[in-house]
T-cell receptor
């Protein structure tokens, strides 16, 4: 069965650079979520989209933005990167809100 | 604010033993989900239990939910070394996204 796809899997950036993470949800899933997981931390919700519209917003810094495109893939744009942005970034998708969320393998971002 | 809190934070058992992890949460929920995460890897969904359910089974996994106590437990029976991972509970209230607890780090020693 198709799973959530994230790219790239690993990314190394310098401080103040920008990064774009991509997520391809499971086909026919209408909701996409982004989470950030720092070292030794639990995942923290950043932002979600339902049918290409932003549906909820969590602890996402103003330096970050995201969108969902007509093909339902989503991109998380991160600007003015800081050392503290180094983390695992997960994308998840679900068929409907409140249903099981299926997570992608994550993108490991390292900011130097 | 943290919704789920797992207990214990770390658990070390011998292969073949049962492992029990607990999760408490603060607000009313629609459902509670358990996830497993191997070190530095993605989150794998284990079980979803709805607020009107009390117990659910999946293979060697047994999840209970007590909404009056706002708590859930995950039991892994006959544990294996491959069960070594971190286990998170996560709750959904209304249309909000998953709120994760801090996780229990399980080590199963062969």
């Amino acid at each position: 069965a198709a799973g959530v796809i994230q790219s790239p899997r690993h990314l190394i950036k310098e401080k103040r650079e920008t990064a774009t993470l991509k997520c391809y949800p499971i086909p026919r899933h209408d909701t996409v979520y982004w989470y950030q997981q720092g070292p030794g931390q639990d995942p923290q919700f950043l932002i979600s989209f339902y049918e290409k519209m932003q549906s909820d917003k969590g602890s996402i810094p103003d330096r970050f933005s995201a969108q969902q495109f007509s093909d339902y893939h989503s991109e998380l744009n991160m600007s003015s990167l800081e050392l503290g942005d180094s983390a695992l970034y997960f994308c998840a998708s679900s068929l409907r809100a409140q249903e099981t969320q299926y997570f992608g393998p994550g993108t490991r971002l390292l900011v130097l | 604010s943290q919704q789920g809190e797992e207990d214990p934070q770390a658990l070390s058992i011998q292969e073949g033993e049962n492992a029990t992890m607990n999760c408490s949460y603060k607000t009313s929920i629609n459902n509670l989900q358990w996830y497993r995460q191997n070190s530095g890897r993605g989150l794998v969904h284990l079980i979803l239990i709805r607020s009107n359910e009390r117990e659910k089974h999946s293979g060697r996994l047994r999840v209970t939910l007590d909404t009056s106590k706002k708590s859930s437990s995950l039991l892994i029976t006959a544990s294996r070394a491959a069960d070594t991972a971190s286990y998170f509970c996560a709750t959904i209230s209304g249309n909000t996204p998953l709120v994760f607890g801090k996780g229990t780090r399980l080590s199963v020693i062969a």
